[in-house]
């Protein structure tokens, strides 16, 4: 299938053909008519085809197994089946020849459900209509173990959606034998990838945070007509543990992997995807779309957080965090002070204002010899961080649970985690929560997750510094470096919006915050800072600018967001823009023109289901006039023909549009100074 208009586009147009499974003879096809995977089941179930619908090509060149696991230091494959003559390419006439190992776990039966809701979401922030959960088919296939394995059933689930190009896959592992066993290892997902396709598979997991990496791309040995001489080409993808998991299972107990997620790209261009990621996020984890402005408060003192909550109040923001550093203890215990925090969680509910505030949760933190992280090298407490507290330790159920009571018992609405669990491993064998080193890993990352699942369960919103989108989290840092808000104002800003830019391609505008050091951070004295804000208010406004013009909410950081009635304006001014305009600042971001200091710089929001469909941010960051044509690509705003542009609220002017769906402009902007185009249909 290829595209022949933006009518039938998926990142256009919604694609609603639904997800299915189809059961043929000796197949099963899991199909939403982006994407489809096919199976054999038999003389066991393998995929033997992975085909992108849109390029009408196959990714696969060999049959693999569909798991592999490692129990009691002995390693079994799932499924798949032997006897490929050539893994250069998959001829469909040699698999009736091909068969079953006989060390496998085989095919026992299948079943057809639809998704499950993965952690519960309150919709309280949302501008979007999203379905959750998504909508499409789930498949179950359940394996018996081999004979020298004794009761263990295993099943690969398959999850494919509706209207993207996008799966899901895990494993679940339950020991029906009575005695333990030792589940060492695991993969979920072993594909032969071709050398075409490597590029255009984009794969990740909801395992992911500071870096980890479940993903690997490794040579496959059984490749044997590859033009690399040593048989190194990494094309055989492997989504595994990167450790562990190293769990005991006990009789009866279930063991659930992480999931993969698989994108199927249509195109090799970055913008588009890009534009395919930021959709899964959008239709997988929706809670990404909530995107409130919001403030960081640098006191915790009654009188200074009920003045930040005024002044949010006044101009329009709608949330306040009690940020680090500022003395607000969401671990307290004490009734008085928790009474103090309840008082004002309700004051900033009767202004219309929610808030929250910042935790440390186990990232450079003691908490004592017993529930420190180990290091296996050493045999002392240490980490990546100089000291990091286990998260799979008794501590941090004492810990877990205060925050959750403190949210609880005060009302707030959000909370800023500060070294979510980041990959630490603990060589530690007295923990509670975890064995040893093997299984470290695993038990503090579900400890993490178990927790954000709970404040999903609120309406908490969730700011973290690492990757759990997947898992719950709504926001993560866009682009950040805590000594760049210590260089001259005028250089942080454009070093802000460049990581805007390049933050986008992978983050829709929601997904990341930005930093404004409305006091000083970090140093850099009166050349770096904000304040009085009156008297730098052209750089405070090109902050503001850029963050709401961009639809990337900022953390204002300081004691007030407006000293004077001319700041109020300003600061005003641009709340009121992003309000206006939110659905499309909310939308997809079209990169045109990076920040480079030396020219107009441009973004594009596009969203082809709402009027206006397009709105174009134009920053000239130089000091002189600047003239250019500009050439603004305008495909995914759906305009095909003519486009109907404004320079801010100005009257609209009619444009052709090209062959390539391009518009141009003719641009004048003053030195140092912020222009908008809006886009629309000709009525």
Not at 36 to 41: A, G, P
Not at 104 to 133: D, G, K, L, M, N
Not at 158 to 175: A, D
Request: contains cysteine; negative net charge; proline residues 6%.
């Amino acid at each position: 299938m290829q595209y022949t208009s933006q009518q039938n586009d998926w990142l256009v147009q919604p694609f609603c053909q639904p997800a299915s499974v189809e059961e043929t003879d000796n197949q099963l096809i899991l199909d939403n008519g982006l994407i489809q995977r096919t199976f054999v089941t038999s003389p066991n179930f393998a995929t033997v085809d992975y085909t992108n619908q849109i390029t009408d090509s196959s990714l696969l060149r060999g049959i693999k197994p569909e798991a592999i696991l490692t129990i009691n230091g002995h390693q079994f494959e799932v499924g798949g089946l032997k006897g490929q003559p050539d893994y250069a390419y998959l001829d469909s006439n040699w698999v009736a020849d091909l068969t079953s190992a006989t060390n496998a776990f085989q095919f026992r039966e299948y079943r057809v459900s639809e998704p499950e809701i993965r952690y519960p979401w309150v919709r309280r922030r949302s501008t979007t209509s999203s379905v959750y959960p998504p909508e499409g088919v789930t498949l179950t296939v359940e394996f018996s173990p081999p004979p020298s394995v004794d009761a263990l059933q295993v099943c690969v689930h398959y999850e494919l959606y509706q209207g993207i190009p996008v799966m899901s896959k895990w494993v679940t592992i339950r020991n029906e034998s009575q005695k333990p066993i030792q589940l060492d290892a695991l993969s979920c997902e072993i594909l032969a990838v071709n050398e075409q396709e490597k590029h255009r598979l984009h794969v990740e997991s909801d395992y992911a945070f500071s870096g980890m990496e479940t993903t690997q791309w490794g040579p496959d040995a059984d490749y044997k007509t590859q033009v690399d001489y040593h048989y190194q080409m990494p094309l055989l993808l492997t989504s595994s543990y990167p450790l562990g998991p190293g769990i005991p299972l006990q009789p009866g107990e279930t063991f659930k992997s992480f999931r993969t997620f698989e994108i199927l790209h249509d195109s090799d261009a970055r913008e588009r995807k890009g534009l395919a990621r930021r959709k899964m996020y959008r239709t997988l984890a929706p809670q990404v779309t909530e995107n409130p402005i919001l403030m960081h408060v640098r006191s915790a003192e009654p009188d200074a957080v009920r003045l930040a909550i005024d002044q949010c109040a006044e101009v329009g923001f709608e949330m306040v965090i009690m940020t680090f550093g500022s003395g607000f203890n969401i671990e307290s215990e004490d009734p008085q002070y928790i009474a103090t925090m309840k008082g004002l969680a309700d004051y900033a509910h009767r202004k219309g204002i929610q808030l929250g505030g910042y935790t440390l949760m186990c990232a450079s933190r003691n908490v004592g010899e017993d529930f420190n992280c180990v290091d296996p090298d050493t045999g002392q407490p240490g980490s990546r961080f100089g000291q990091s507290a286990c998260l799979a330790s008794r501590w941090a159920d004492g810990y877990f649970q205060r925050v959750l009571n403190f949210m609880d018992a005060t009302g707030m609405d959000i909370i800023e985690t500060d070294g979510p669990y980041h990959g630490d491993i603990c060589a530690a064998t007295t923990h509670d929560h975890h064995n040893g080193l093997a299984d470290s890993q695993l038990r503090q990352w579900e400890a993490c997750v178990h927790f954000y699942h709970e404040c999903r369960k609120r309406g908490i919103y969730i700011n973290s510094p690492d990757s759990y989108y997947l898992n719950g989290a709504n926001k993560c840092g866009m682009g950040y470096r805590e000594t760049n808000f210590s260089l001259p104002r005028e250089r942080q800003i454009l070093i802000s919006r460049q990581n805007i830019y390049d933050g986008t391609y992978e983050k829709t505008p929601s997904m990341g915050w930005m930093f404004v050091p409305l006091v000083e951070y970090h140093g850099g004295g009166e050349a770096a800072t904000f304040e009085p804000l009156c008297e730098h208010l052209d750089d405070y406004e090109s902050h503001l600018a850029q963050n709401f013009g961009s639809g990337v909410i900022a953390c204002y950081r300081g004691p007030r967001l407006f000293d004077t009635q001319q700041t109020k304006v300003v600061v005003k001014k641009w709340v009121d823009f992003y309000k206006k305009y939110r659905t499309i600042l909310d939308s997809d971001l079209i990169h045109v023109h990076r920040p480079d200091g030396r020219s107009i710089d441009c973004v594009l929001h596009t969203n082809a289901q709402i009027s206006p469909c397009g709105l174009a941010m134009l920053y000239n960051p130089t000091h002189m006039v600047q003239q250019i044509t500009l050439k603004l690509p305008i495909y995914y705003t759906g305009l095909s023909e003519i486009a109907m542009v404004r320079e801010g609220e100005g009257e609209p002017k009619q444009y052709k549009i090209d062959r390539n769906y391009n518009i141009e402009i003719p641009i004048e902007m003053q030195a140092k100074s912020i222009s908008y185009l809006i886009i629309e249909p000709v009525v």
